[in-house]
């Protein structure tokens, strides 16, 4: 219970530390006091055993190590119960004492330590998705050096040698130490390596607003000091122009900091992560985040009457999946509506595969690029929907983005020399601004 609460507060906690993964290993510590071999037929648990453990292997859950670990931990409780309890235990026995099954319970361990380096490395130097001949060779690597680990390092130490034992425990350890340092350096290196700021994976890595850490709200972090200062356009000017949404209307805000310059006033910017400006919506994130959502966007609400411009953005789900959210957005467009001279309805922008500064990096662009027929067979009816919505109201306007994001063919990371997008889906700052520029022109 503790573990799924954390989920709903703290998933981090949650993951990381003890008291929320006790009972995970006090299973383990259960079987083991038990008498060995006292199990007549351990045969149906061992069965049900290793298959709900490839159940679970099969359909892993985003909310691990909550409820959704009790498959997991328990078809993996029910064979090391079959294992310590019987010595009869079937077909399932003679597939876990075959030759392939004991060799990788031998380098298990080692494999443990091995994957996540190598997963880490590849990641990095490689943009899209990773084909399946490069997960078969990184899972052979891993099994190599795993075994090398294995034998060099694990048994030297569980099984030492008389008279030869303590040289072998020396280069056993040396040998780790300098393939763990290897190891870490390089990842270190890799992951911490600040390019030159001319290069145009890092500029477009940080081609964000510059009170991002500042302005707009982390899904975990409380309201105690909202609204935030130092978060409009101009300090002196009054306040006409406001953006309100999740993290898309932060990265959206040179948008409406363009507006505000045009018109001679200031903006200014209500943004939250995952929280779209939609009021009493349940937005499926843990309870917490949810009910900071809903606090947010009230808080919101008392602060934008008056406004002459306010322009909402959002990651807009598709209507035929939410419909809730559709009604629920309604229901904010006829509160908003009195409060305001005009809205503007921000349409949506492609998900690409991968993030640009990583594709910009590996020199691989297509691996972040889909195609054009791809993102309007995902968007159709989110613009139908929001078109024809701005349609009912005299002063809502919807703004169409495709165009400006997509050519006829592709929809691609690059424009003009410049990234698209700061990661895979948020749009740079300087596409925000050349977009505000067109818009403007046409206004």
């Known amino acids: 219970m503790l573990a799924e609460a954390l989920m709903f507060v ?25 008498p060995a071999q006292t ?4 045969r149906v648990p061992a069965f049900f055993g290793v ?49 392939p099954m004991v060799f990788i319970g031998l380098i298990s361990y080692s494999l443990y330590l091995w994957h996540w380096p190598l997963l880490s490395l590849t990641k990095i130097t490689h943009a899209g998705s990773l084909t399946i001949v490069t997960r078969v060779l990184i ?38 130490a300098i393939a763990l340092g290897f190891a870490s350096m390089t990842l270190g290196n890799a992951m911490n390596w600040n390019p030159p700021p001319t290069d145009l994976a890092y500029r477009t890595a940080n081609d964000y607003p510059a009170n991002r850490f500042q302005c707009n709200y982390r899904e975990d972090q409380s309201l105690d000091d909202f609204p ?64 900071r959502c809903r606090e947010f966007n009230k808080l919101v609400i008392g602060r934008i009457r008056g406004i002459d411009t306010l322009i909402l953005v959002a990651r807009w789900p598709d209507p035929l999946s939410h419909p809730f959210f559709y009604t629920k957005f309604t229901d904010t467009l006829e509160q ?14 492609p998900y690409l595969r991968d993030s640009v500064p990583q594709c ?36 809502i306007e919807y703004v169409e983005t495709t165009n400006f994001f997509c050519n006829p063919d592709t929809c691609p990371a690059l424009k003009d020399g410049y990234g698209l997008y700061w990661d895979s889906e948020h749009v740079s700052s300087t596409a925000a601004r050349v977009f505000s520029h067109q818009y403007l022109g046409k206004v």
């Open 10 to 34: 703290s998933p981090t906690m949650g993951f990381f530390q003890m008291p929320a993964r006790l009972w995970e290993l006090a299973l383990g510590g259960v079987i083991a006091l038990r």
């Open 39 to 42: 199990l007549a037929d351990g």
């Open 51 to 99: 298959i709900i453990i490839i159940a679970a292997t099969l359909s892993p859950a985003s909310d691990f190590p909550g409820f959704a670990a009790l498959a997991a931990v328990g078809g993996a409780g029910l064979l090391i119960y079959a294992v310590h309890g019987s010595t009869d235990l079937g077909w399932t026995g003679k597939f876990l004492r075959s030759r």
């Open 139 to 176: 899972l052979l690597v891993a099994t190599v050096l795993a075994w090398l680990s294995y034998f060099f390092v694990e048994r030297p130490f569980r099984h030492p040698q008389k008279g030869t034992a303590s040289y072998k425990v020396v280069a056993a350890g040396l040998a780790a």
């Open 228 to 291: 935030r200062s130092g978060c409009n356009s101009a300090e002196y000017k009054p306040v006409r122009v406001a953006i309100w949404g999740d993290s898309y209307a932060l990265a959206w805000q040179p948008f409406a900091w363009a507006i505000a310059n045009h018109r001679g006033v200031a903006a200014t910017s209500y943004s939250r992560d995952g929280c779209p400006p939609v009021l009493d919506y349940r937005s499926g994130h843990n309870y917490l985040q949810e009910q």
């Open 336 to 349: 908003v509506d009195p409060l305001v001279n005009k809205i503007i309805l921000l349409g949506p922008t």
């Open 360 to 395: 910009i990096a590996a020199h691989d662009l297509s691996a972040c690029a889909i195609s054009r027929k791809q993102f309007d067979t995902e968007s159709n009816d989110i613009r139908i929907w929001l078109r024809t919505t701005a349609l009912d109201y005299k002063n």
